[in-house]
């Protein structure tokens, strides 16, 4: 773990964090919680005491519906003025071999953060704070689970790994907006898509609810599924590789190039019809259960002996 990342404060440059548009949320609501409640299923008894103890709770019976909400809130708090806004991904071009040398400055991407809080948490450490007290609160402790839940959930994104010139597919207009009429704003991005309604479309073969989607993606890897663990590089590597195939090359997407962070010039629109996101149903379910599986195991590990202490 760099040094940077053991002091007791998160040190931002706030005006750079402002500057640079940056993708949206990972998977939205519903696919993070689904990754939350299937990594609760699959939690020692241990960790589960411990968890219960970060956040607040007497009860085995309300810890997943708790992991589900901590695992969305780094989404609800002001991304800005907390400093966290690239805490949330890792631009890799798509247009070279994947490496992250050069793209993660100052440790400002998805994959040293997953490091942070889970070192942090191993740990024990005190004095974690952002660059503004973040809205909605969360205990110090609880801010820090909620962190890794989210984080590990969001490298498993793949456009939250991928860079075309294009802020990870947000600046890809749809040709065709795609409306909602379950809360979730009509989609008009090419980023947003595949944060909700790839994950809608999935969810649709198991009833339409994220409890019977966890619960049967749960399933199937007790059933057998392999999930190899790796590292949050290897995370960030599997996910590139997915956005390079699934999504820029299966949609017909080009090249674009800016060095500003801005969109690049001349991004045409793209069709997404119901027939590509069933076809990648089965893409998006694994990813789900991996980041589920994988960040389980993560907390088994941390939680295992001295780590997890629940602190004011």
């Given at each position: 773990?760099?040094?940077?990342?053991?002091?007791?404060?998160?040190?931002?440059?706030?005006?750079?964090?402002?500057?640079?548009?940056?993708?949206?949320?990972?998977?939205?609501?519903?696919?993070?919680?689904?990754?939350?409640?299937?990594?609760?299923?699959?939690?020692?008894?241990?960790?589960?005491?411990?968890l219960r103890a970060i956040l607040g709770l007497t009860t085995d019976a309300a810890l997943e519906n708790a992991m589900a909400t901590a695992a969305?809130?780094?989404?609800?708090?002001?991304?800005?003025?907390?400093?966290?806004?690239?805490?949330?991904?890792?631009?890799?071009?798509?247009?070279?071999?994947?490496?992250?040398?050069?793209?993660?400055?100052?440790?400002?991407?998805?994959?040293?953060?997953?490091?942070?809080?889970?070192?942090?948490?191993?740990?024990?450490?005190?004095?974690?704070?952002?660059?503004?007290?973040?809205?909605?609160?969360?205990?110090?402790?609880?801010?820090?689970?909620?962190?890794?839940?989210?984080?590990?959930?969001?490298?498993?994104q793949p456009l939250h790994a991928a860079w075309n010139g294009d802020r990870g597919g947000g600046c890809v207009p749809l040709a065709k907006p795609?409306?909602?009429?379950?809360?979730?704003?009509?989609?008009?991005?090419?980023?947003?898509?595949?944060?909700?309604?790839?994950?809608?479309?999935?969810?649709?073969?198991?009833?339409?609810?994220?409890?019977?989607?966890?619960?049967?993606?749960?399933?199937?890897?007790?059933?057998?599924?392999?999930?190899?663990?790796?590292?949050?590089?290897?995370?960030?590597?599997?996910?590139?590789?997915?956005?390079?195939?699934?999504?820029?090359?299966?949609?017909?997407?080009?090249?674009?190039?800016?060095?500003?962070?801005?969109?690049?010039?001349?991004?045409?629109?793209?069709?997404?019809?119901?027939?590509?996101?069933?076809?990648?149903?089965?893409i998006v379910e694994q990813r789900l259960m991996e980041a589920g599986i994988r960040l389980s195991n993560v907390l088994n590990e941390i939680c295992?002996?001295?780590?997890?202490?629940?602190?004011?």
């Open positions: 773990m760099p040094p940077s990342l053991r002091r007791p404060a998160v040190v931002f440059t706030l005006i750079a964090a402002l500057l640079v548009p940056q993708p949206s949320h990972a998977w939205g609501r519903e696919g993070h919680r689904i990754v939350a409640r299937i990594a609760t299923k699959n939690v020692s008894q241990t960790t589960r005491n411990k969305i809130w780094p989404d609800r708090i002001d991304r800005g003025t907390t400093g966290t806004a690239k805490w949330h991904f890792i631009n890799v071009p798509i247009s070279t071999p994947f490496s992250i040398a050069g793209h993660c400055a100052n440790h400002d991407c998805v994959i040293d953060r997953i490091d942070e809080m889970r070192n942090r948490l191993q740990t024990n450490q005190n004095g974690f704070a952002l660059l503004a007290p973040p809205d909605p609160p969360r205990a110090m402790t609880s801010q820090e689970l909620a962190f890794l839940v989210h984080f590990v959930g969001d490298v498993h795609i409306v909602h009429d379950d809360g979730n704003a009509n989609t008009t991005d090419l980023h947003i898509a595949w944060d909700i309604d790839t994950v809608l479309t999935a969810m649709n073969a198991h009833g339409g609810s994220e409890q019977a989607t966890a619960a049967a993606l749960f399933k199937r890897f007790k059933s057998g599924a392999v999930v190899s663990q790796g590292t949050p590089v290897d995370w960030a590597r599997e996910s590139h590789g997915i956005a390079r195939s699934a999504i820029y090359q299966k949609l017909g997407i080009p090249a674009y190039k800016t060095t500003s962070g801005d969109c690049a010039t001349g991004i045409k629109p793209v069709l997404i019809t119901s027939s590509y996101l069933e076809s990648n149903v089965a295992a002996t001295g780590g997890c202490k629940s602190k004011p």
